[in-house]
């Protein structure tokens, strides 16, 4: 069974930048989907980012597209989340998450990384 644990969150101003990381474990990721998730106090939980480990496609959300930067480095098996011109409301717990495809379901997620951006 796969393990994910999320590292690099914090508390950044508006503008600036955060670098997320996402390790895996316990499996090989090579056919997988690896994605980020964000979910802020009071809301659902939406997709963000998305990789394929085998093809190197990215896939983002509107909301981030331009700002935000996925990538992974295979020999670590670990993915990240480059975050630029930071938002107050890219404020959320950010997750990762593993699956078959795209559009889900996902089998694994890690424990979440708090994002936090002060205006």
């Known amino acids: 069974q796969v393990q994910l644990v999320e590292s690099g969150g914090g508390l950044v101003r508006a503008g600036g930048s955060l670098r997320l990381s996402c390790a895996a474990s316990?499996?090989?990721?090579?056919?997988?989907?690896m994605a980020w998730f964000r979910q802020a106090p009071g809301k659902e939980r939406e997709f963000v980012s998305a990789?394929?480990?085998?093809?190197?496609?990215?896939y983002y959300a509107d909301s981030v597209k331009g700002r935000f930067i996925i990538s992974k480095d295979n020999a670590k098996n670990t993915m990240y989340l480059q975050m630029n011109s930071l938002k107050p409301e890219d404020t959320a717990v950010y997750y990762c998450a593993l699956g078959r495809r795209l559009l889900g379901p996902y089998d694994a997620w890690g424990q979440g990384t708090q994002v936090t951006v002060s205006s």
């Open positions: 316990g499996r090989t990721v090579s056919s997988y989907i």
């Open positions: 990789i394929s480990w085998s093809y190197s496609s990215t």
